[in-house]
C-alpha cells in the first residue's frame, strides 16, 4: 500500500470504547488460534505476518491519543512474530512490538494472534489469521500449493475493508434510536486466581454430534449450548447463594449476516438470554425454550435497528465531540463497568472457518478464546473446522465446577468431548518457570556428586 494512501482515521463506532476501558484486569483481548499437523517455522511465519499485513492496511495501524478521540495512525513498521511463553489474552502494551494492536505467537504446531478489540472484531480477526494460515502454507509448501490459490478477502478495497458499517447503516434508516436498560444479572462467586492466571479449559468434539443434539432439541448449536451454560451455572453456584437476579448470557450478533458489509473492523452487537431461578427452579427444557424466545425477540429487526441507531447517536453528539478525552474516558469506564453488572457471562460462537480445500489436509482445528474480567469471570467461546468444534472456557477463577459440569451435559446428551486445559497440557512454561527447574536440576545434580565424592 503506498504511504500516502492514508495517514491515519478514526476508530469505528464499537472501538471507540475499548482503549478508554481496557486494564490488566479488564484486557479486551481476544484470542484466534490455527493448529497445524506440522511444527511452525518461525521465520515462514514472520514472512507470512508481513504479506498478509501488506494486503489487510486496516490492521497495519498504531493507536493514537488526540484531544477528544483516540484515533489510527498508519504504522510503517513491520511487527514480531515470539514463541508463546505467557497466559493468553494479556493486555496489549502499546510500547511493545512496534505499537501494533496484535501479538503473533507460536507454540509446537500452533499459530496464535491476539487481537486488541479496538482493531476489529471476530469476524475480521478470523479473515485475517486465515490469510496469515493461507500464506504460511505457501510458504512452506511451494510445490504441493498453487501459488495463485484464492485467499479470503485478497480482492476487497482498501476503502470496503475500513468502512465504519455503522455509520453506513444508520445512514440509510429512520429508525429511532433506543438504549435498553438492564437489571444486574447474577454473578457466579469465586476465588480469583494468582498473578494474573487465565485458565482456559477446551471442549474438543465433532461438530455433528453437536448439531445433532442441537436438532433433538429444535434448536440452534448457539441456542442449546447457552441453555447448558445456564443450566451449569445454576447447578454449581446459583442454588448454593440465590439471588433475585437472572442468569444472563450475552451473546455478541455479527451485523455482516443483517446488513451487507466487506469490512475487516468491528460491526458487531450484542443480545442477550437468560432465565430466573429466584422464585422456582427451572428444568433444561424449559430453561432453553426461554432462550430461543429471548434470541428470537432479541435478533428481530425491530431490537437490532434502534441499538445500531443508538450507538451512532453517541457518537454524532456534538456536545459528546467537544468533551475532552479524559473526561470522555471517566465516563466510559463507569459506563463499561455497570454494562458487566448485566451478564453473567458470555457466549461467543464464531461459525464455521472455511479455507481452500488445498490446505484442509495442514489444519487440524481453530480455536477462539476471549479474555474474562473481575465481573465476569466467566468468558466461553466456540468455533469449529470441518467436523471438529471447540468451546472454550476461560476464566480468572479457581472454580472450575461450571466447566465440568457444562461439558458434562454435552456427554450426557451424546457428544464426545475430549478436554483439554493449559494448566497442564498446552501452556508453554515462562522463562521464570524455566529457570527455577533449571536451578533444582543443578542442586540435585550437585547433592548427587557430593554424595559420590564422600
Known amino acids: 500500500m503506498p504511504s500516502n494512501e492514508f495517514n491515519w482515521y478514526k476508530l469505528d463506532n464499537a472501538a471507540r470504547l475499548f482503549p478508554s476501558v481496557s486494564t490488566v484486569t479488564a484486557t479486551n483481548v481476544f484470542r484466534l488460534s490455527c493448529r497445524l499437523k506440522e511444527d511452525v517455522s518461525p ?85 485475517f489469521l486465515s490469510k496469515v494460515v493461507a500464506r504460511y502454507l505457501l510458504l512452506a509448501h511451494p510445490e504441493e500449493l498453487p501459488g495463485d490459490l484464492e485467499i479470503a478477502a485478497s480482492g476487497v478495497s482498501h476503502s470496503a475493508q475500513t468502512e465504519d458499517s455503522f455509520l453506513r447503516v444508520a445512514r440509510k434508516n429512520e429508525v429511532k434510536a433506543k438504549n435498553e436498560i438492564r437489571k444486574k444479572a447474577f454473578n457466579p462467586a469465586s476465588i480469583l486466581t494468582q498473578n494474573g492466571e487465565i485458565k482456559v479449559i477446551k471442549g474438543i468434539m465433532p461438530l455433528s454430534q453437536v448439531k445433532a443434539f442441537a436438532k433433538s432439541k429444535n ?53 442477550y438470554a437468560g432465565a430466573n431461578f429466584y422464585e422456582r427452579e427451572l428444568s433444561f427444557d424449559e430453561i432453553l425454550e426461554k432462550v430461543k424466545s429471548d434470541m428470537a425477540q432479541e435478533l428481530s429487526a425491530e431490537k437490532i435497528y434502534p441499538k445500531v441507531m443508538f450507538y451512532v447517536g453517541a457518537q454524532k453528539n456534538i456536545a459528546l465531540r467537544f468533551v475532552p478525552l479524559f473526561l470522555k474516558n471517566l465516563v466510559l469506564r463507569i459506563s463499561f463497568a455497570k454494562g458487566e453488572q448485566t451478564q453473567s457471562t458470555v457466549l461467543s460462537n464464531l461459525g464455521q472457518f472455511n479455507v481452500p480445500k488445498e490446505l484442509e489436509p495442514y489444519i487440524e482445528r481453530f480455536e477462539f478464546l476471549l479474555s474474562p474480567t473481575l465481573q465476569s469471570r466467566y468468558k466461553t467461546s466456540a468455533c469449529s473446522f470441518g467436523d471438529v468444534f471447540v468451546y472454550c472456557f476461560t476464566s480468572n477463577a479457581e472454580n472450575t465446577d461450571i466447566q465440568r459440569r457444562f461439558f458434562s451435559i454435552l456427554k450426557e446428551n451424546g457428544v464426545d468431548v475430549t478436554i483439554s486445559c493449559n494448566m497442564r497440557e498446552t501452556l508453554p512454561e515462562s522463562v521464570k518457570e524455566k529457570k527455577k527447574k533449571e536451578k533444582k536440576k543443578r542442586g540435585e545434580k550437585n547433592e548427587v556428586l557430593q554424595r559420590m565424592q564422600a
Not at 80 to 96: A, M, Q
Not at 224 to 246: C, Q, T
Not at 258 to 269: D, G, I, K, L, Q
Open 43 to 127: 521465520a515462514l511465519l514472520q514472512k507470512a505476518v508481513e504479506q498478509a499485513l501488506d494486503e489487510t492496511p486496516s490492521f497495519k495501524v498504531r493507536l493514537r491519543k488526540g484531544l477528544f478521540w483516540y484515533y489510527f495512525e498508519q504504522n510503517p513498521l513491520s511487527p514480531t512474530v515470539e514463541e508463546e511463553h505467557f497466559y493468553p489474552c494479556r493486555k496489549i502494551d502499546k510500547g511493545t512490538n512496534n505499537g501494533y494492536l496484535f501479538y503473533v505467537t507460536y507454540f509446537g504446531k500452533y499459530i496464535h494472534i491476539e487481537y486488541f478489540h479496538a482493531l476489529c472484531d471476530g469476524t475480521g480477526a478470523a479473515a
Open 219 to 271: 434448536a440452534t448449536i448457539t441456542e442449546v449450548l447457552a441453555a447448558v451454560l445456564i443450566y451449569s451455572i445454576y447447578m454449581e453456584s446459583f442454588r448454593f447463594e440465590p439471588s433475585n437476579r437472572s442468569i444472563e448470557v450475552c451473546v455478541p450478533v455479527n451485523l455482516r449476516k443483517f446488513f451487507p458489509s466487506e469490512t475487516m473492523r468491528n460491526f458487531f452487537a450484542t443480545i
